[in-house]
């Protein structure tokens, strides 16, 4: 929304949205207090437990925090291959 | 009985010291009994922005292991009715006093004066656990840049965390011009991110280094627009009820709104 009128008004370098987008991500980060290597060892569990059940595409799997309003959350992007085809 | 307020920040180089320094000196000018702590122990500053730096006798470590009377190392303002130092000592470090020893002197000097103001050394450890320990108020300092905002809500946190120092904030250093153009973040901006009080605005002001360079505090001078809104924050402190400082050049009410967020330049 805010491109569209940066564009329409020739403002697009209007430089404190640029900060104000990546201090809410990195507050994200900083407020969640996760380290990045505890955030890389969930990733890798997430992954490990999916597996079993999904073939997951391992290349596109991301795990990040994002801003709903007022709410964090975690956000996990896992891309399936296919339906992994289970004998019962 | 006083009240003790903490000025921090995280960041360095954000204005923690001077505006200590002129909140103390606005408040004292404004009638009240004021002690100004430098909690900086090993780079003390509070005594250089004050021009108080020759008349150091004793300093805080001193005081804490009972080497010299709270009263012979307090240093008496002559500029001010009622306001006195405490500088911190230069040749020792953090480690010299505790929290506990803190809280025992922070309560000792409540006795005695209506504010005691800390001002908190940059940084998350053993400085600031000291600087906040015998404070039961917080003014968080903040410049509208990415690491200063980034810095001030780790300090929030932290200092919410202990449930006690209501954090309020002090944006200082706006620039009208840039917050028009939209090079830089406004206050709302800033309590929108922070999730915080706002308890005053300060506007760059080149005076500010002038009146460092003479030691001598900006609301001294009545021409300075930071040594205005330091008189204005000091009024809120004593719990009036008094407009945030108009800044000039930048769009005010829902007209200023409209013209920024259309890129109009009134």
Redesign the interface.
Known sequence: MFDLFARVFGREDASKEVAKERLRLVLVHDRSSLSPQALESLKNDLLQVISQYLDIDDQGFRVDFSRHEDAMALVANIPIKKKVSRNL | MGEAIVITSGKGGVGKTTTTANIGAALAQAGQRVALIDADIGLRNLDVVMGLENRIVYDLVDVVEGFAKLKHALIKDKRFENLYLLPAAQTRDKTAVSPDQMRALVGEMKQEFDFVLIDCPAGIEQGFKNAVAGSDKAIVVAT???SS??DA??II?LLEAEEKHHPSLIVNRIRPSM?K??????ID?MIE?LAIDLLGVVPDDEFIVVSTNRGEPAVLNQQSKAGEAYRLISRRLLGENVPLMKLEEEGQGLLGRLRK???IKG
């Open positions: 509208p840049e990415v905002v980034r809500d780790r946190g917050v153009k939209g090079d830089m973040m406004d901006d991110i967020m259309m890129g």
